[in-house]
């Protein structure tokens, strides 16, 4: 179960009212494996009712409902550095009319109490020039990427789900179909050409990622990993892709891996999914066994790949421990490092070398 707190903080000083952290107390169970960044969303996102125009403006007009600004894809965070994520409340954002805000959806303080609100997002750009100078002395605005090593799982999943909305609209301002002017209808979960009427929906651009494992003559196994030469010095990734249309998630696990390496893989299996709004995916990860061994990656723009056993890879770095490159390191244990801990990657290589996930 998740347990949802609402914390107030009092700005005394530029009295411009509270600001509020959605944090958790524990997370949701995700069966054996640990917990994904972005995927522990605690709010209903009312599909039914936010099509109300009245149970929609009652929401929005309530006073316990909070917005969510966006702004060039960043969020809004207290000054110091434990990145607070501000939520504000209507009485702030006076201004804002509902059609330029999109409904999020509606949670509860907690698991024992029945009190629910609503949340919005709205995009900066909407907010009065005043607005914006107020927000401007409130909070600081960063990547999102940024900020969550520090964010509670719930306020991650939550500006996620902020960042990717405001992201479609502000990339499919124009109808596909005739390339007239589109404008949001449904709390802004859908947008309606204003000539021909045709619907467009929040595009979520599929791709697979996969950890690739065989077990070598010598009777130890190895996972496939692989880096872009536009990556920090040592670091290494499960390779990833993006599924083509009329193509099934295994044949993209199995393309792809073949694309990038030159590795026959069979036999891939689900494990499990991410949000990824940056900018607009979802990651479905896959273990998959290798038939082959003998890596080229002449054909690919992969820099390098590499097969890495559980032993290796518990020497591995993490990223979030590395220091500022050219700084002599204390407790340097490899030159090899996986990506940042809020990735899917980073899950599916602990707990392969956990020996939670794989044949092997």
Known sequence: MIYACLFKYLIDDLGLGTLWQLSQGSAKSKGQYMSLTYADMPLDRCSNQRKNKRWLTAEFNHQDTLFCIINDGMSLFSHDDTFTPIYLSKSQL??????????LGKGAESVESATVRSLFTVNFEKLRFSAQEELLNLGQWKNLREATPKLAVIDASIQALAKALDYWHTTHQYCGKCGNASRSVEAGHARRCTECRNMSFPRTDPAVIMLVEHMFPDGIARCLLGRQASWKAGMYSTLAGFVDPGETLEEAVIREVSEETAVVVENPQYITSQPWPFPASVMLGFTAVATSTTIDISKDDID?????????LANFDSANNIKEEGIERQDKKSEYRIGSGDSISSYLITAWQNKKIGQY
């Open 304 to 312: 390098d790949c590499q097969w890495f056993s559980r032993e290796q």
């Open 94 to 103: 006076d201004s804002v009319s509902i059609e330029s805000c999109i409904y």
